[in-house]
């Protein structure tokens, strides 16, 4: 049973799909995947809005203490 698993990790991957997509359906993905997260960062914003300021707060202090 365990000599199974150890073959099977040894073994190559199959060629997947997403290894032959080309670049432009992999940002098209990628931007819908951000706008998504976009979405729902905002929504969270809107849900907890004291949370969302004192991640304003604590992002900007970082900001200020930022050394260029």
Do not use: I, Y
Not at 24 to 35: I, K, M, P
Request: glycine letters at 2%; hydrophobic letters at 30%.
């Amino acid at each position: 049973m365990v000599d199974g698993e150890q073959q099977k990790r040894d073994q190559p991957a199959p060629q997947d799909a997403s290894e032959t997509e080309t670049e432009a359906e992999r940002r098209r993905r990628r931007a819908h995947f951000l706008r998504e997260l976009h979405e729902a960062k905002a929504l969270r914003d809107r849900v907890q809005p004291r949370r969302a300021r004192a991640a304003r707060m604590r992002q900007a202090m970082r900001m200020r203490t930022f050394r260029w």
